[in-house]
């Protein structure tokens, strides 16, 4: 069970979601608490444990972006380069035979 004061005065008690086997903390540790100050029994204690999720899923999220971008770049590049759709438009031909 996790105890704190909230900047109100409110003492809130609460069991954090995140267990482990052993204890990540002691009794009578003190650890910084996040909630929310409008309903402060929604309340974590702040660990990396709290942040990875959301970490994993931005990190590969960013790396998906990346990927996209780079497949979009050469996807471009090769019709630029074989005159695909777009090739014989920008380099203004001179063969119109070949529309």
Same mark, same amino acid.
């Given at each position: 069970m996790v105890e704190f004061t909230t900047s109100t005065g409110q003492v809130v008690r609460f069991q954090d979601p995140t267990n482990s086997n052993p204890p990540a903390y002691r009794r009578g540790q003190e650890v910084t608490v996040l909630y929310d100050p409008e309903n402060p029994e929604f309340a974590v204690?702040?660990?990396p444990f709290t942040w990875l999720p959301s970490t994993v899923?931005?990190?590969f999220g960013g790396l998906f972006v990346v990927l996209g971008i780079f497949a979009l770049l050469n /996807? *471009?590049?090769?019709?630029?380069k074989l005159d695909g759709i777009l090739g014989? /438009? *920008?380099c203004c031909c001179d063969d119109p035979g070949r529309l």
């Open positions: 204690i702040d660990s899923f931005i990190g /996807w *471009v590049l090769i019709l630029l014989c /438009w *920008v």
